[in-house]
Structures are given as structure tokens and as C-alpha cells.
């Protein structure tokens, strides 16, 4: 089951109507009884679900009782502080964005804004069911349909959001960017794109959709500029760790490319039975395949396209990601991203060869290299080269 779940990651790959693994934490998250009226201060955050598309749920969530603080890095304390956070649904078609009705616009407001939102949500019902686990999107309380949803508050909107999201004349893709590079968060952009504020033709894309596409529009515009750097001289690695997240990240000499490796353990959020390796591989030009690694492909990649931008430098990257027991409940990708941007904030440690920077990521693993040296093309290209140079320079040597 582990090989099956550790490639769905609750997408409903194996054909199930609900995931066996995302129920037992539903059931252990403990959800709060909620009345049908709650008011308080959106994060700010929105959801648009992507069952039944292109009719689909979306509104803004809401927190029960005061407002929310994002909790210290604790696996159980942040899904404790996420199971308060109430989604408020509508149902809605996805063309709707184009000329939303008051309580889609009032969502729409929330999204645009960079502080929370006092809003109140009446429901038809008190909102009910189950708790929402994700592998891309961070955990979520359960969901009511809305009846009445007001603003309270005054929502603070970026100039450059409010620029953005007048212009209709801009590519999405081209609003995320501007965006990003205006130093909007990640997060931001993409709850504006997921509501359908950004692009040419506005429709609503499902949250989970439209964090993986704002990582991957900003990361493929980041490659196009690294392409143009120099190559890096010398070998470095990068090594850092969060929630039971541990990357070690070897940059290498060379032009640009990205490999990932993923190395999930026995007890791990989608791998409890047994160890489970995989890998996915890009070059210098663009995928036009999804990952099979899913959203945590790109979430890596970003801060790695970002760190070598600051380097000013282009390099062969490979990344290795450990997942432990202590990650036993997926919290969405910004954990991937985190992860990634820690380990490359951290002092690297330089190599005159790829064999010692390997010699020393392994030493702060638990996986040895032979379990995963074969999954990865960096490694073998590497040595192939290595072992080429080396045989010419024996031949001059003659």
C-alpha cells in the first residue's frame, strides 16, 4: 500500500472515494463543535476545492476564537492551531470569477489583502464533516455552506496587488511573476491566482492547483535568468532540517539542472509501512510533464533557482530530501520550501570532488548512498565525467 500511497498523496490515484491514511488523522484531530454564525479574522487565507470542477467550493477560512498565530514549528501544535480553521464554502462554477456575485467578490477582497480580515460567515448548517489533510496544502477544520458573509474589517491591499488585479490585459503567468517580483509572498500570489483575480481569462483554480503552478511559473522564469550566469567552480553542500524534513542539497559544477530525491521512512505522512525512494530530473529547458514527485518538486526547486540567482552562479543541483517518522502528518508544501530555504541559509561546506561532498551529506543521513545513488542521473553523469577527465589526464601523462 505504502508505493501506492507515497505517489497519491491523497489525489485519489488508487481509485478510493476518501483516503484511508488522511481518515485516521481526521479522527485523531479532534474537531471543534461550531454554531452556524462564527466572526473573526481571516489569516488572511481562502480555499477553492477542486471536487467537482468546474463547479467547485471556495471561500475564505476563519478562525474559532481569537485570532490565529502561527504556532512554533510542532507537528501536533500546528495541526491542533489548523483544525480552528473553519472553511467557509459558496458553490461555485469557476467562470463565475469574471463577474462575481457579492459573497465570491467579498472572497475576493479577503484574498487580495496582505493582513487579516475581520469577516463573519453565517451558515445554512453549522459546519460539519471531516478535517482536510493534504500533501500540497496545509491542514484544514471541516466546512460549512454559506448563507451571508460580511466584511468587517478594512482589508490592506498592496499597490501592487491592486495594480495587478485591474489589469486584465496581463498574462496570469505574467501577473504571478510581476508579482513575485514586486516581493509579493508566495503565499499571496497564489490565493489571488486561486480566486480568480489573476490572467487574461479569470476563473477560480483549485488552491492545490494553483500553488504548484505559482511555483513553477516563478521557478521556470528563475531558470531562464540563472541559464545566462556562469558556471559555479567547485563543489558545495547545503544541509538543514525542519519538522522531520531534511535536505541536503550538493551544488556541482556544470550547467544548470535539478534533481530531486525523496527518501521517505517506515512511519513517515505517506510511507508507513516501509522505506520509499524516488526521483525527477530537469535540464536546461522546461518540463512539460508533472512530476511525479508531485507539488514538492517544484516547492524544492524554488529556493534553489533563488539561491543561485544570488550566487550569480548556474549549477548542477542535487537535492536530497529525508523524510523521518517525526513527519508522520502532511502539512502542505510550504514545509518542502521552508525546509529547502533553511538548509541553503546554512554555512556550506566545500569539495574538491562529488564523492567527498556525498561522503559528507551521507554522514548527516540515515540512508546510505547505495540506497539511492541508483535513482539518480546527476550522480552517474558525474562520475562518468570524472572518470573520463581522469583518463585523459593519464593519457597526457604517458
Known amino acids: 500500500m505504502s508505493v501506492r500511497c507515497i505517489t497519491c498523496k491523497g489525489r485519489g490515484l488508487c481509485g ?13 484531530a479532534g474537531l471543534p463543535r461550531i454554531g452556524n454564525r462564527l466572526a473573526g479574522e481571516s489569516p488572511p487565507e481562502i480555499f477553492v476545492g477542486r471536487h467537482g470542477y468546474p463547479l467547485v467550493r471556495a471561500g475564505p477560512l476563519l478562525p ?19 483544525t480552528r480553521m473553519i472553511r467557509s464554502e459558496l458553490e461555485i462554477h469557476v467562470h463565475d470569477a469574471k463577474d462575481p456575485g457579492r459573497l465570491l467578490e467579498s472572497a475576493q477582497q479577503i484574498a487580495m489583502s496582505s493582513r487579516p480580515v475581520e469577516t463573519e460567515v453565517s451558515f445554512v448548517k453549522p459546519p460539519e464533516g471531516r478535517m482536510l489533510f493534504d500533501g500540497v496544502l496545509s491542514p484544514m477544520g471541516p466546512g460549512g455552506r454559506i448563507e451571508d458573509m460580511d466584511i468587517t474589517g478594512n482589508p490592506f491591499v498592496p499597490r501592487k496587488v491592486d495594480q495587478i488585479v485591474g489589469d486584465t490585459d496581463v498574462k496570469a503567468a505574467s501577473a504571478v511573476y510581476e508579482l513575485y517580483s514586486s516581493s509579493i509572498c508566495i503565499d499571496h500570489i497564489s490565493r489571488l491566482l486561486s480566486i480568480g483575480l489573476l490572467g487574461r481569462d479569470r476563473r477560480l483554480v483549485p488552491t492545490r492547483w494553483a500553488i504548484t503552478a505559482s511555483d513553477d511559473i516563478i521557478g521556470n522564469a528563475l531558470r531562464s535568468r540563472v541559464l545566462d550566469m556562469p558556471e559555479l567552480g567547485g563543489y558545495e553542500l547545503y544541509s538543514g532540517g525542519i519538522l522531520g524534513n531534511h535536505f541536503q542539497i550538493i551544488l556541482m559544477p556544470g550547467a544548470y539542472s535539478f534533481e530531486l530525491i525523496e527518501i521517505w521512512h517506515p512511519g513517515s505522512a505517506w510511507s508507513p509501512e ?23 518538486y517544484y516547492a524544492a526547486r524554488l529556493p534553489v533557482l533563488e539561491h543561485l ?7 548542477g543541483v542535487l537535492a536530497l530530501r529525508e523524510i523521518t517518522e517525526e513527519y508522520w502528518a502532511p502539512l502542505g508544501v510550504w514545509v518542502v520550501r521552508d525546509t529547502a530555504r533553511a538548509a541553503l541559509a546554512s554555512r556550506p561546506l566545500r569539495f574538491e570532488t562529488l564523492e567527498e561532498a556525498i561522503r559528507s551529506a551521507e554522514s548527516r543521513m540515515r540512508t546510505k548512498s547505495s540506497a539511492w545513488k541508483h535513482h539518480s ?17 593519464a593519457e597526457d601523462l604517458r
Open 16 to 28: 478510493r472515494p476518501v483516503c484511508p491514511l488522511l481518515i485516521k488523522l481526521e479522527e485523531l
Open 64 to 82: 474559532i476564537g481569537s485570532s490565529p498565530e502561527q504556532p512554533a514549528l510542532d507537528i501536533v501544535k500546528i495541526i491542533s492551531h489548523r
Open 274 to 296: 516501509r522505506l520509499w525512494i524516488g526521483s525527477d530530473r530537469e535540464g536546461t529547458t522546461e518540463r512539460r510533464s508533472y512530476s511525479p514527485l508531485a507539488g514538492g
Open 309 to 315: 540567482l544570488r550566487m550569480k552562479r548556474q549549477a
Open 377 to 393: 542521473k546527476s550522480f552517474s553523469r558525474q562520475t562518468t565525467l570524472s572518470s573520463f577527465f581522469a583518463a585523459q589526464s
